[in-house]
């Protein structure tokens, strides 16, 4: 079936760190992938997206890139904020309506 | 406005007791979501409303009973809950449920304690 596998967190850097959030992804057919963003005690935020092989999704200096040869769409931002802690979801979508997400990763970013 | 409002933001109910739960949008969505999220998990898709019917119920027990009065509003009828019920209750909705992938737009939740 198809499935998402995310890096395990929980994940810590410093502020202005570089950050890869690995994503992986299991799916029959072609599947649109995206990036959601759950601050505490919040719902989810759509922080970006891409629809097919190749594309390039970019969000508040978020990026991640379609890869459907190595069926993976890794998280990355040159230089991480304080305000950018919190939890990752990656998640695909191949019949319509549903989304399958990942575990999730827990980031937490030092001054 | 991309804005997806629940009410209540907290909720805590006893096993006997019956409860709703609101979720409202205005972007003009004909498709709406409900999930339950439990801690430090991923959502968990429990229905799907597409034009205003049931489309899509991934097996939720009937003492969860989701009702969409117009394309604008979701509620979610609880009643008789267990202890194991207690999670963050996610509405979204999204453009269209075709194969055409919109997002969808999470609200804030509701936080549900069943004592």
């Known amino acids: 079936g198809d499935s998402v596998t995310q890096m395990e967190g929980p994940v810590t850097l410093s502020e202005e760190a570089f950050l890869t959030i690995n994503c992986t992804y299991t799916?029959?057919?072609?599947?649109?992938l995206f990036w959601y963003v759950q601050y505490p005690g919040e719902g989810l935020q759509l922080l970006l997206k891409?629809?097919?092989?190749?594309d390039k999704g970019s969000n508040k200096g978020f990026e991640a890139t379609y890869r459907k040869e190595t069926t993976s769409f890794h998280l990355e931002k040159g230089s991480v904020q304080v305000s950018d802690s919190a939890v990752y979801f990656c998640a695909l979508r191949v019949r319509a309506q549903k989304l399958v997400f990942g575990q999730g990763t827990r980031l937490t970013i030092n001054p | 406005d991309t804005e997806v409002t629940q009410t209540p933001k907290h909720l805590v109910m006893g096993m006997t007791n019956k409860k709703s739960l609101k979720c409202e949008q205005h972007m003009g969505h004909r498709a709406m979501y409900w999930y339950k999220q439990k801690a430090k998990k991923p959502p968990e898709l429990m229905f799907v409303y597409s034009y205003e019917k049931l489309s899509i119920n991934e097996s939720v027990p009937s003492r969860f009973s989701p009702e969409c009065p117009n394309s604008s509003l979701l509620n979610l009828h609880l009643h008789a809950l267990q202890p194991e019920d207690s999670a963050l209750y996610l509405c979204a909705s999204s453009a269209s449920s075709g194969v055409i992938s919109y997002e969808q737009y999470f609200g804030p939740g509701t936080r549900l304690t069943v004592t």
């Open positions: 891409a629809t097919k092989a190749d």
């Open positions: 799916a029959t057919g072609y599947p649109s």
